[in-house]
């Protein structure tokens, strides 16, 4: 909701099936591989699909959606950096902490804050989902929308 209304328009089918799964289980889709599977596609595919309609690699789009969920488990103050840490897969805090900063120049703390998840969907935005990336998301024809057995 965050991100629809900062982009102003509703976002396409076909990305919030590709980043609900991202968004809702951060853990068991931390890589390519594991996030290809439900679609039948491999790491390698998935990269060419993105590849082809000029969008920024999946594993950026995965690494901001696991930032979104870091930041949405940060949010209850009564979670630690420790146990955000462990919810959303890493062996330490420390991993955790540089992880974040590398993947968005933000803190754990800065995304705590309201300001800070504000920051970080801003950047989202502007990285991912410009007009021309939106339309790109358009053509994928269904892939993320179903789930292969």
Not at 58 to 74: G, I, K
Not at 120 to 127: P, S, T
Request: aromatic fraction near 12%.
């Amino acid at each position: 909701a965050d991100l629809v209304q900062t982009v102003g328009r509703g976002l396409p089918r076909e990305f919030r099936g590709f980043s609900r799964r991202i968004f809702e289980s951060p853990v068991r889709y931390s890589t390519l591989n594991s996030l290809g599977a439900p679609f039948g596609l491999s790491a390698g595919a998935l990269k060419a699909r993105f590849r082809r309609r000029g969008l920024p690699s999946p594993y950026q789009h995965l690494s901001w959606f696991r930032l979104l969920a870091a930041s949405r488990v940060l949010s209850d103050p009564s979670e630690t950096i420790l146990s955000a840490s462990y919810r959303m897969g890493f062996a330490s805090d420390g991993n955790f902490c540089r992880w974040v900063s590398s993947a968005s120049g933000l803190t754990p703390t800065d995304l705590r804050e309201w300001n800070g998840r504000l920051l970080l969907i801003v950047r989202m935005a502007e990285r991912f989902l410009s007009a021309e990336h939106l339309d790109a998301w358009e053509s994928f024809s269904g892939v993320f929308l179903r789930e292969v057995a």
